[in-house]
């Protein structure tokens, strides 16, 4: 190390030594994290109908969980507004069920939606706010 160099970190604080001679590893994460790519389950059961036009590429929806379902201990429904347009799919939400029990926020962004006969299949990504 150079002897102007030296004179800098003299009168440094133990942080400012510690950066530099590498025995600090600051590890930045992202505010939300990408946890599940799925389909929004029993749209079929909903009136989809009435909003599909308002449910967008990149549209953000809530999730709810609903620990008192009778058909899945494990369900978290998924509403645009005030609508519930269906579930997390059964087979991928008891973790985050849990995490949602646990007090952690979640949501989801739509990144594809069409017709499949009578059902409207909308892809959506699921993302924790941390």
Known sequence: MSEENQSLIKGTSGLISTLISGGLVISVMPRE???LETFVAGTSYSNVEDIESKLTTDTKLVLVREPKNEH???AIA???ENNKIGYIPRDGNEVMARLLDAGKSFFATITKSEWE???LRVDIK???KD
Do not use: A, P, R, S
């Open 78 to 80: 998924i509403y645009f």
């Open 72 to 74: 899945d201990e494990f």
């Open 126 to 128: 699921v993302y924790m």
């Open 117 to 119: 006969e009578n059902w």
């Open 33 to 35: 994290i990408l946890v």
